[in-house]
């Protein structure tokens, strides 16, 4: 940690959306300072200068090997992140990092990273922001609690309408395919809510030959878990993307997904909560609520060096099952 103040020095790669909101977040939570950020276009690192309060503004990654830094955020798209990661780890460069998801483009580059991570023994994240959702939380709370008994079968969706109407399917290229893009969340929160996974069977379609724009497939977990997860990033009426489960147990059923919580038990016993019923409350609200706890998350974990709730570990197994269900989907 920087000596001024036990302040944290931190940089963004990638300036991006996702970029100036996490910079945006880090901008107002206590003790830390953006300090460089660094992107390839003229015109963001132009834009950066007349709005970001920072020391540095490049492109070249080495430029940032003199800052002391505490922490890097990468918000770059999914193909760049295993060599980004990599030079800043062997360059010793930082030992924090911040990516969004996915770690990598599969699990090779995914194990790689996750050992490097090991040896700096510093704090390594990913941003599966839904582990940050009230109602997600509440729901993992329960299903810990064993409230549903035994579980039977899950099924997960995650839809968008983002490229509905799109013939061009250049910027779902550049996003890495809806199975990178909304299966990954979806794919994360599984083995979050129900350890261990394997993919049995998947289909995908392509309304384009160079993207992948709808994806479902069947898993199979623990103690006989069945699960099934349908993608779509081509689906009408979802104006903004949509995460869902309804999960099914011998004592009930849960659904949940990014607004509300419906649990209904076979001895009658109900609940239904709304996200504004669950303290669904920011200190500053840029984007969803998720965003800042994950950031502020991140930035605790550092100062308590504690592993994080999104880690390379975690966030490799899901690489590792996303390459099977390009597998799969193949076969």
Same mark, same amino acid.
Not at 27 to 43: E, H, I, Y
Not at 227 to 237: A, D
């Given at each position: 940690?920087?000596?001024?103040?036990?302040?944290?020095?931190?940089?963004?790669?990638?300036?991006?959306?996702?970029?100036?909101?996490?910079?945006?977040? &880090?901008?107002?939570? #206590?003790?830390? @300072?953006?300090?460089?950020?660094?992107?390839?276009? !003229? *015109?963001?690192?132009?834009?950066?200068?007349?709005?970001?309060?920072?020391?540095?503004?490049? @492109?070249?990654?080495?430029?940032? @090997?003199?800052?002391? *830094?505490? /922490? %890097?955020? +990468?918000?770059? #798209? +999914?193909?760049?992140? $295993?060599?980004?990661?990599?030079?800043? $780890?062997?360059?010793?460069?930082?030992?924090?990092?911040?990516?969004?998801?996915?770690? /990598?483009?599969?699990?090779?580059?995914?194990?790689?990273?996750?050992?490097?991570?090991?040896?700096?023994?510093? =704090?390594?994240?990913?941003?599966?922001?839904?582990?940050?959702?009230?109602?997600?939380?509440?729901?993992?709370?329960? &299903?810990?609690?064993?409230?549903?008994?035994?579980?039977?079968?899950?099924?997960?969706?995650?839809?968008?309408?983002?490229?509905?109407?799109?013939?061009?399917?250049?910027?779902? =290229?550049?996003?890495?395919?809806?199975?990178?893009?909304?299966?990954?969340?979806?794919?994360?929160?599984?083995? !979050?809510?129900?350890?261990?996974?394997?993919?049995?069977?998947?289909?995908?379609?392509? +309304?384009?030959?160079?993207?992948?724009?709808?994806?479902?497939?069947? &898993?199979?977990?623990?103690?006989?878990?069945?699960?099934?997860?349908?993608?779509? !990033?081509?689906?009408?009426?979802?104006?903004? #993307?949509?995460?869902?489960?309804?999960?099914?147990?011998?004592?009930?059923?849960? +659904?949940?997904?990014?607004?509300?919580?419906? *649990?209904?038990?076979?001895?009658?016993?109900?609940?239904? %909560?709304?996200?504004? @019923?669950?303290?669904?409350?920011?200190?500053?609200?840029?984007?969803?609520?998720? $965003?800042?706890?994950?950031?502020?998350?991140?930035?605790?974990? =550092?100062?308590?060096?504690?592993?994080?709730?999104?880690?390379?570990?975690? /966030?490799?197994?899901?690489?590792?099952?996303?390459?099977?269900?390009? %597998?799969?989907?193949?076969?």
């Amino acid at each position: 940690m920087s000596s001024d103040n036990e302040r944290l020095n931190v940089a963004i790669v990638g300036l991006g959306k996702m970029g100036m909101l996490h910079a945006s977040i &880090l901008n107002v939570l #206590p003790g830390v @300072d953006v300090v460089a950020v660094c992107d390839k276009s !003229w *015109l963001m690192r132009k834009l950066a200068k007349n709005t970001l309060n920072v020391s540095l503004v490049t @492109d070249k990654l080495d430029d940032l @090997d003199d800052l002391n *830094l505490d /922490a %890097l955020f +990468i918000t770059t #798209p +999914i193909p760049s992140h $295993y060599n980004i990661i990599k030079k800043a $780890y062997t360059d010793n460069i930082v030992s924090n990092i911040f990516v969004e998801k996915t770690l /990598a483009s599969n699990y090779s580059q995914s194990k790689e990273l996750c050992d490097l991570s090991q040896t700096t023994q510093g =704090i390594a994240m990913v941003g599966y922001m839904k582990r940050f959702s009230v109602t997600f939380n509440k729901a993992k709370t329960l &299903l810990s609690n064993k409230v549903l008994g035994d579980l039977i079968s899950f099924d997960a969706y995650a839809y968008s309408s983002d490229f509905a109407d799109m013939k061009d399917t250049t910027n779902s =290229i550049a996003r890495g395919g809806v199975i990178e893009d909304l299966g990954s969340h979806t794919v994360d929160m599984a083995l !979050w809510f129900f350890g261990d996974l394997t993919i049995r069977s998947a289909k995908t379609l392509s +309304i384009t030959p160079d993207s992948t724009d709808s994806a479902s497939f069947e &898993l199979d977990g623990m103690a006989g878990l069945r699960g099934n997860c349908s993608v779509s !990033w081509i689906k009408e009426g979802y104006r903004m #993307p949509e995460f869902g489960f309804t999960i099914t147990g011998r004592k009930g059923i849960l +659904i949940v997904d990014d607004n509300e919580l419906t *649990l209904q038990l076979t001895d009658d016993q109900s609940l239904h %909560l709304y996200r504004q @019923d669950l303290n669904d409350n920011v200190p500053f609200l840029l984007g969803d609520p998720e $965003y800042y706890r994950e950031d502020d998350h991140f930035i605790k974990s =550092i100062i308590n060096k504690e592993c994080p709730r999104s880690n390379f570990q975690t /966030a490799m197994k899901v690489d590792q099952l996303l390459d099977d269900v390009r %597998l799969k989907s193949h076969a």
